[in-house]
């Protein structure tokens, strides 16, 4: 006989899981780790390429210096995710998004694997690798189908250098994106923080103001970031495996 899926949570959690109406996820990385993602530091490590830390060659500084570099980069990347899915931490997510009068979906994340699991509306703090950006005229060119080799890719529109639509180092936000994260946090009654190591500011700051906001805030992560102290409730494991169980009774 197959074992019952246990529950995971507080009964405080599975009652504010259940009556909320208004409620905001902020998702990282550690999201996507199941689907074979590598994060960037948890497990004490930080990701590297060609010698060079992640923070040097998706910085704007570099974009300067050598775009060809940054495409290299970035290339390498989209050739890894091409062949990932979703894992059950996003398919819970976009469950919990019919199931909710109103769910709003933050992520650092520029994977797509949100939206492919089937996730509406979802706010990309830091951009999607499945897109370029115009340098002269900001247009946006998807990338999905667009052979990329070795040259920087031309804007279709008016053959200029086209640059990953990724928030590098040292970058602002899209616009407006960061104040609309702003605005659900302030809004929700339940905020989930997956997979972040909550180091990255201002996407960190999101489930400040949801918990300043009385929002309950429960963290998702196999290990304690620097937000734990301030979350009602963390739940330590991994998001794959701790999502679909939340709220079951
Ligand atoms: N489930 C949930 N969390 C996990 C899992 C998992 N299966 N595996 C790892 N984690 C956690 C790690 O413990 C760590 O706390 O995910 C977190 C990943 O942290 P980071 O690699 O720092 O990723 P993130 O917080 O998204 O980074 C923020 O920094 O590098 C920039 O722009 C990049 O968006 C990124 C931002």
């Known amino acids: 006989m ?25 998702t990282g990385a550690g999201v996507s780790a199941e689907s ?8 004490g490590n930080t990701a590297v390429w060609k010698g060079m830390p992640f923070e040097v060659i ?33 398919q819970a997510i976009a469950e919990w998004q019919n199931q909710y009068k109103h769910l709003s979906l933050v992520t650092q994340n520029i994977d797509g694997l949100h939206q492919a ?6 706010i990309e703090l830091h951009g999607s690798i499945w897109r370029g ?19 920087v890719p031309a ?9 990953p639509d990724v928030v590098l180092f040292g970058e602002m936000l899209p ?15 339940l905020c989930f923080v997956i997979g972040t190591s909550a180091v990255v500011y201002p996407a960190a700051a999101i489930p400040e103001i949801a918990r300043a906001a009385g929002a309950y805030v429960v963290e998702v992560n196999p290990e304690l970031t620097p937000l734990s102290g301030l979350c009602d409730e963390v739940l330590t494991g991994k998001a794959g495996e701790v999502l679909p169980l939340i709220g079951k009774s």
């Open 175 to 189: 616009a407006g994106a960061f104040e609309r994260a702003a605005q659900e946090a302030g809004d929700c009654e």
């Open 2 to 26: 197959q074992a019952a899926a246990h529950s995971v949570g507080s009964q405080k959690l599975r009652d504010v899981f259940a009556n909320a109406e208004k409620v905001l996820v902020v």
């Open 155 to 163: 804007c279709p529109s008016c053959g200029g250098h086209l640059r």
């Open 36 to 43: 074979g993602v590598p994060t960037f530091r948890g497990g």
């Open 117 to 122: 699991a089937g996730s509406r509306n979802v």
């Open 133 to 151: 950006r115009c340098f002269d005229c900001g247009g946006l060119q998807a990338l999905r189908e667009l052979r990329i080799d070795d040259d």
């Open 58 to 90: 998706s910085s704007a500084g570099m974009l300067q210096r050598d775009l060809p570099a940054v495409w290299e980069w970035f290339n390498y990347r989209r050739g890894l995710l091409r062949s990932v899915k979703p894992n059950p931490a996003h």
